[in-house]
């Protein structure tokens, strides 16, 4: 049949099995946007305030479903504004596929209105970007970013389509996608060494990592855990792959871990890293990280494998195919000694005590937040001191009910994480934790949430401070607070209430789960004011390029 690249568009797409995209129209994009007009009832289109808001969307729609998250945006200005949303994704393994907009082909490099070259703009924060010059050419083209989005490593595809290609027709002939191929364990010695170093292991822990969640192997992981008895120490992105309450669950590791997982690093004779790249936020001096043990790298990219850390072990695969290759090498485990003594360094160091009594502990907030959401419902994070409240406090029962940008720390990435997971999510609550610096960042898409009565619960830890920025300069500064203390009067109940949504404000502890459960209640989006002093700080603290020995427990 005889279609205009537009249509041929919103066709594929529904090849792939898309049903949500988000995005902002524009000239160069206004014959896809006309066709989606068309493809309504069967494409539902999420209009953000900002294309940055709609590319995070894409990607807290994909984190949160396993799906592959769609942005689409016009050309120049629209196109610029996801690449913070695409290096965001990209860092962090998440699959997104991007559609701008571009002038028609015979302004190309002529410094046309709205002209940009996005596909080399955006190659360093891609898997790839392709530019479609040809009618005939973009069916195939979409479909190829649909499967290198998923293929080995997830990541983010660009596709750049000029306005006379959605305009120009050829035949389209509809195609089911190729089936993902799994990425087998060819090299059956490493699995046979890494079985080994594991049987011989007293101390053994897991670094666990966002590869886990990213391949939906949370499953397999927790059997292998429980068959090796193995201490699991999170990463940022790996919380939720094992859940919270299990006995297993040591927490998050690295630079704001807890102390006992700092001791584990420091003190066992194994480190089994799954789906993990011992980023500098977790093996703060490379050299030194857990050099009393033997590590085992497991993880589908091999240009992973000694980059940061030297390891002694690795197995190359998808993670469910190495986890089951193991666990029949594998006999079951028992280091419930090792384990007793893990938590028994847990309890060493207590939390945190709140600088003022009547002012709002972050931890008695989260904790409250706890008792109230249910496992399923999911927790958005801004970045800043309030996400690593987060990675301590929050009790992360289920994979993909974490959403938080741990590679690049984007500040304004919670919005629109929260829109794109509420959307995928209509009947379970999404709670957005940020801090009043990142909240100022994209505060814009409260527009959105109300626009298409989103129930985010938005919890801003206000302390009035850039607070993480504001700790290091405390501590490694001289408590020079250069741009840290802005001043800022917003007002941000009456800000929700300009946007036509509900605003409280949290002053005092005995009100934290009062209005909490308050806010919780509504079936509309709400913003919570909660006011902490900027004096809080996340501890413990690994200072960057040091060690568990360097680690600061008061200040």
Known sequence: MQLTGAEIICECLIEQGVDTVFGYPGGAALNTYDALYKYSDRINHVLTAHEQGASHAADGYAR????????????????????????????????????????????????SFQEVDIVDIVKPVTKASYLVEKVEDLADTIRKAFALANEGRKGPVLVDVPKDVTANKCEFTPKAPEKRESVQVTDKASVIKAAELIKNSKKPIIYAGGGIISSNTSAEFKRFAELIDAPVCCSLMGLGCIPASHRLNMGNIGMHGGYETGMATAQCDLIIACGARFSDRVAGDRERFGEQANIIHLDIDKKEIGKNVAVDSYVIGDMENILSELCENLNQQDHSQWIKQLQDWKNVKSAAKAVNDNIPHPQSVIDAVNEIKNP????????????????????????????????????????????????????????????????????????????????????????????????????????????????????????????????????????????????????????????????????????????????????
């Open 64 to 111: 949160a479903t396993g799906k592959t998250g769609v942005v689409m945006t016009t050309s120049g200005p629209g196109a610029t504004n996801i690449v913070t949303g695409l290096a965001t994704a990209h860092i962090d393994s998440i699959p997104v596929v991007a559609i701008t907009g571009n002038v028609t082909t015979d302004q190309l490099g002529r410094d």
């Open 376 to 555: 399923e419902d999911i927790v958005a994070t801004d970045v800043g001191q309030h996400q690593m409240w987060i990675a301590q406090y929050a009790k992360i029962e289920a994979p993909r009910t974490l959403l938080t940008s741990g590679g690049m720390g984007t500040m304004g990435f919670g919005m629109g994480a929260a829109i794109g997971a509420q959307t995928a999510f209509p009947n379970r609550r999404v709670v957005l934790f940020t801090g009043d610096g990142s909240f100022h960042m994209n505060l814009n898409e409260l527009v959105t949430m109300k626009s298409y009565n989103l129930p985010v619960v938005v919890i801003v830890m206000n302390n009035t401070v850039l607070g993480m920025v504001r700790q290091w300069q405390k501590l490694f500064y001289g408590n020079r607070f250069s741009q840290t203390d802005p001043k800022r009067a917003t007002d941000f109940v009456k800000l929700a209430n300009a946007f036509g949504i509900e605003g409280m404000r949290i002053n005092t502890a005995d009100e934290i789960k009062p209005v909490l459960e308050k806010a919780f209640a509504l079936n509309a989006p709400v913003v919570v004011d909660c006011k902490i002093s900027p004096d809080e700080n996340v501890l413990p603290m690994i200072p960057p390029g040091k060690t568990v020995d360097d680690m600061i427990t008061e200040m």
